[in-house]
């Protein structure tokens, strides 16, 4: 197929674009919130789209994949109204009793319960409610919360991968490619544990002379569940939305729709909560940023320039379609890393689907984007908005104990969780070649 030809739409729209992402990426240097500069991209887009006669207000409202937003924001209403119940606080605070002392055991329970945990909500939700309560058990038991709080981070964006409702990228990709939850857990399943099988091991060699260590205090905390009530509706509440997310594509149901059936009928059972402070966790700029970047997108989708840039992919992933993949699990990993994993998916999702259109198959290209962007995201202390949480508590911890050495640092990221983030990287490859078949299967 030749390359379409340069237009002048193509071009704003690129350079638009550039300039979107550019100040999303360099957020910490000019202070502006990535939602305000999505938000700002948005109407830059739809006015030059529409001067130049490529897209217009009604189009940008159509790019809005609203199964994505009402997804984020259902679930997101969800936790904030189970957090106040206190069940999650003695949850940890049982794990850390179960250990007996055995720091390393500590480890695998706190990590396995934020992983199932990730399965189900995002992974920045699960360490906002898991940091915390890290740091009251370390300090109870006088040992150093670093490895501890590394850990979630590190296996909530790892866990996040495995389902399609676990992370913000799966959710997209999962609504683009029409792929439901059994099928995204069962062929992402088996890679994720590999994966997060491998980063556990890593995390005690890493830290293999802190987790080898006595505790010096004695744990008594057993934690308190506030209002029983609610909290178990919300577990029940979870367990049939988990039911009805496997067999929602036989009811011919989106997966929003679950979500939203589930935060509906949690706030029936909660009708004794104000709503005004249950919603408070609700993170309402990154639904801002969301929809300002999917318009950002459909503007350049509109223009045609995602289709000129498929245009010269298209060769190659014929060619080769698994060196295409693992390539581009790489090539997202580590531009994750670096910048946020949620632009580069939101970019990618068009191109994929232009190749799909033209008969390739692209069904491999999905599991690798989205493994790719989801461990990507453990290379750096920036590469997840859960690692710069936990980064930043960290910090406050070292600030409030006058302890530099209870902050995660760039530099200790840099030793501990970049290699953690290859280490993953490299035995999600193996697994992509060994099981390539599995993966290339059409969904």
Known sequence: MEPLSLTSGMIASAIVLAM?????????????????????????MIVVGHLLGFYSPEAALEAIDFNVIFLLAAMMTIVSIMIPTGGFDWLAYKLARMSKGNLFLMLVLLGTAITLLSLMLDNVTTVVIFGPLIILIARAQKVSPVPYLLAAALLSDTGGVGTLVGDPPNIMIGSAAGIDFNTFFLRMGGIVLVAWLSILVGLKFMFRQELAAEPAGAFEEVGKIK???????SLAILGGMIVLF????????????????GMSALILVSRHIVMDR????????????????????????????????GSFITPFVEADLLTATLILMWVGAF?????????????MIPIILGMEQQGINVTPLWWGLAMGVGLGGNG???????????????????????????????????????????????????VFWLFFDFFARPI
């Open 278 to 309: 249950a919603l408070e966790h609700v993170e309402v700029t990154l639904l801002m940023f969301f929809i300002g970047l999917f318009i950002v997108i459909g503007g350049v989708e509109n223009s045609r320039f995602l289709e000129y840039l």
């Open 246 to 261: 496997m067999v929602h594509s036989r009811l011919h149901w989106e997966a929003w729709f679950v979500a939203v059936i």
């Open 227 to 233: 209002d029983p009530k609610i909290w178990r509706a």
């Open 20 to 44: 979107t992402f550019l100040a999303i990426f360099t957020e910490q240097l000019h202070g502006m919130e990535r939602s305000k500069v999505a938000a700002a991209g948005a109407g830059l």
């Open 335 to 347: 531009l994750s890393a670096a910048i946020d994993n949620i632009p580069f998916t939101a970019a």
């Open 380 to 430: 750096t202390h920036i590469g997840s908005t859960a690692n710069v949480f936990i980064v930043t508590i960290s910090e406050r911890l070292a600030r409030e104990q006058n302890d530099p050495s209870l902050a995660i640092t760039p530099w200790l990221w840099f030793k501990k969780g970049t290699p953690l983030m290859l280490l993953s990287l490299v035995v999600a490859t193996i």
